[in-house]
Nanobody
Framework: QVQLVESGGGLVQPGGSLRLSCAASGSIFSINSMGWYRQAPGKQRELVATITGGLSTNYADSVKGRFTISKDNAKNTVALQMNSLKPEDTAVYYC??????????????WGQGTQVTVSS
């Protein structure tokens, strides 16, 4: 089993910044990729940003230039630096990890989610 623990959500004013972190632990041989998704009330969950084990990144158009995803391969952690936040960034943010387990199986895990609210 693999556990994902997220932290860093909260309330911020428009134009402000927040940093989300996610730590993966458990029966991990290696991490194929990690990423952040978000779900606003009444909307489907959507991709925000992903990063592979080789540190290739992918961003939603709506966050390009404002958000930066980074990964610490040694610690199995991923972070999302969010700058110039807008009210439309308000959502529950979920960490996702695609890992190769110690049994050499590719497995998918989600974190419990952390609330980000952008409001004045």
């Amino acid at each position: 089993q693999v556990q994902l623990v997220e932290s860093g959500g909260g309330l911020v004013q428009p134009g402000g910044s927040l940093r989300l972190s996610c730590a993966a632990s458990g029966s991990i041989f290696s991490i194929n990729s990690m990423g952040w998704y978000r779900q606003a009330p009444g909307k489907q969950r959507e991709l925000v940003a992903t990063i592979t084990g080789g540190l290739s990144t992918n961003y939603a158009d709506s966050v390009k230039g404002r958000f930066t995803i980074s990964k610490d391969n040694a610690k199995n952690t991923v972070a999302l630096q969010m700058n110039s936040l807008k009210p439309e960034d308000t959502a529950v943010y979920y960490c996702k990890a695609n890992v190769k387990s110690v049994r050499y199986r590719d497995e998918l895990y989600w974190g419990q989610g952390t609330q980000v609210t952008v409001s004045s």
